[in-house]
């Protein structure tokens, strides 16, 4: 499965305008709060340039990149945890993220509404966070109900649940989200299944005015120095709109005219991948050059199971080469000469860029 990236945020703050840009997805993006209804999905291919080189060497008939989901969650406003604006639903589409883009107004314009009032960054972070914070609340309120029930029913089952259920509402009532507490390897077990919304990895977008696509007014200033500088992307939404619509020769000539070093969703997608420290590795098979998206510090086997579970039950072996060695040398053919396709087992930990053949029964 594809990395799965919510963006959210308050209503009418350039979500789907930013969905559109990244991905031609079509969502509907007007002037008003609550233009979408429902969750759009759009899906990108990830920019690879390694893929690019390696198809040069290995000469495949199709080479497939890998993809990002972005799916445009519903605006959520002051109330959304008790249902207001439909909150229940659209906090309930983010449950299925693996991260959260949350995108914050950071301009002004008296021309576009803003349904807090005057854009304040600092302040409308904090109520969605806050909304955020009050649905796993009752998430966890709800399993410890369940366990605790479970538990005195005598049947001898549900104490670790309950204890761990326990601890996360004891921090969350603390205003302490989950991602900011530590838990050991069981109770973290447990708790993933709930898929409390303060534990989701977070990066923020500040959409910011087309005056100031480098974020460096006080709107995104005061995001940035709230959330920290390595979590705060800042965007013109309105430009990078734009620049969607170009070819890509034209794309980094107008980047650069801007005065920046990279589109809005490379800078995204490298952010999303930082957060969850996620590696590239390649498979070649029935002359098919493929990338693929790992959690780093996963196993062979684990890799193959990306692919097909089949694939991770039945993992026997597999051939690695690195991507390096084989710019270097430009053939499978002189790396075996020289030793450095390595056959490894299940227990070998997967690099980033890892070229893999695998064989399973």
Not at 127 to 132: G, K, L, R
Not at 227 to 250: A, H, W, Y
Request: proline share 5%; with cysteine; hydrophobic share 40%.
């Amino acid at each position: 499965m594809s990395l799965t990236v919510g963006i959210a945020g308050l209503p009418n703050v350039g979500k789907s305008t930013l969905l559109n840009a990244l991905t031609h997805a079509g969502a509907e993006a007007s002037n008003y709060p609550f233009c979408t209804i429902e969750k759009n999905v759009g899906i990108t291919p990830v920019p690879d340039p390694d893929l690019v080189r390696l198809e040069e060497i290995l000469s495949p008939e199709e080479a497939i990149q890998t993809a990002v989901h972005f799916v445009d969650i519903a605006g959520l406003v002051e109330g959304a945890s008790k249902g207001e604006g439909l909150g229940n639903k659209f906090l309930g589409h983010i449950r299925d993220v693996d991260a959260i883009l949350h995108v914050v107004r950071c301009f002004e314009d008296e021309n576009i509404a803003h349904a807090p009032g005057d854009p304040d960054p600092v302040r409308d972070v904090a109520t969605v966070e806050t909304e955020f914070l009050l649905a796993d609340l009752e998430t966890a309120e709800r399993g410890l109900d369940k366990w605790t029930k479970e538990v005195r029913s005598g049947k001898g089952t549900g104490k670790d649940e309950e204890a761990a259920f326990g601890r996360a509402l004891e921090i969350l009532k603390a205003h302490t989200p989950i991602h900011e507490a530590e838990f050991d390897e069981k109770d973290a077990e447990i708790l993933a299944e709930a898929r409390f919304l303060t534990a989701k990895p977070c990066v923020y977008l500040a959409n910011t005015g087309e005056d100031d696509p480098a974020g460096e007014g006080p709107l995104p200033m005061a995001l940035a120095e709230a959330k920290g500088s390595d979590r705060v992307i800042p965007v013109s939404v309105g430009i990078e709109m734009e620049i969607s619509e170009l070819s890509p020769e034209e794309q980094a000539e107008f980047i650069a005219d801007l005065g920046l070093s990279e589109t809005a969703l490379n800078q995204v997608i490298t952010s999303c991948y930082q957060l969850l420290d996620l590696i590239t590795f390649y498979t070649i098979a029935n002359n098919k050059l493929r990338a693929w998206q790992l959690p780093r510090g996963r196993t062979a086997p684990e890799a193959a199971g990306k692919i097909h579970s089949d694939m991770e039950k039945g993992f026997i072996r597999a051939e690695v080469m690195a991507l390096a060695d084989l710019v270097e040398l430009g053939s499978r053919q002189a790396l075996q000469e020289k030793g450095l396709v390595q056959t490894v087992g299940r227990d070998y930990a997967v690099r980033d860029k890892d070229i893999l053949q695998i064989h399973f029964k």
